[in-house]
Nanobody
Framework: VQLQASGGGLVQTGDSLRLSCAAS????????MGWFRQAPGKEREFVAA????????SYADSVKGRFTISRDKVKNTVYLQMDSLKPEDTAVYYC??????????????????????WGQGTMVTVSS
C-alpha cells in the first residue's frame, strides 16, 4: 500500500484545512486508516482513525469536535477536515494504514506501531 498525503499549509487561528490521503496498491487489505501528527521535539501522537469497511471513527480528545475524519472507498482516499484550528495543532500530519488483522480493539486504532504503512507527511502551521 502506498499513501500520498496532501493539503497542509499555513493558516491562522480559527481557520480550516482539509487533508487528503490517497491510497494505492493493495487497498483491499486495509482495515483501518488513521491520521497522526508530530510537532517539533514531541512524539508522534494519534489524531483520528476510521475503520475502512464500517466507517467507525475515533478521535483524540484534543481534536474532538473540531476535526472530522472520513473516507471515500471508491477513491481510496481518507480525509481529515480540520476546523477551528489552534496554534497547538501545528505539526507534520501523517496518514497511516493498517493491513494486518484488526480485532476492533481501540489500542489498534490509536497506536502508531499498530499501523503497517505510512505516508510522507504534510506540514500544518497555525499562526496566532
Amino acid at each position: 500500500v502506498q499513501l500520498q498525503a496532501s493539503g497542509g499549509g499555513l493558516v491562522q487561528t480559527g481557520d480550516s484545512l482539509r487533508l487528503s490521503c490517497a491510497a494505492s496498491g493493495r487497498t483491499s487489505s486495509m482495515s483501518v486508516m488513521g491520521w497522526f501528527r508530530q510537532a517539533p521535539g514531541k512524539e508522534r501522537e494519534f489524531v483520528a482513525a476510521v475503520t475502512w469497511s464500517g466507517g467507525v471513527t475515533s478521535y483524540a480528545d484534543s481534536v474532538k469536535g473540531r476535526f472530522t475524519i472520513s473516507r471515500d472507498k471508491v477513491k481510496n482516499t481518507v480525509y481529515l477536515q480540520m476546523d477551528s484550528l489552534k496554534p497547538e495543532d501545528t505539526a507534520v500530519y501523517y496518514c497511516a494504514a493498517r493491513t494486518r488483522y484488526y480485532s476492533g480493539n481501540y489500542y489498534e486504532r490509536v497506536t502508531p506501531s499498530e499501523y503497517d504503512y505510512w505516508g510522507q507527511g504534510t506540514m500544518v502551521t497555525v499562526s496566532s
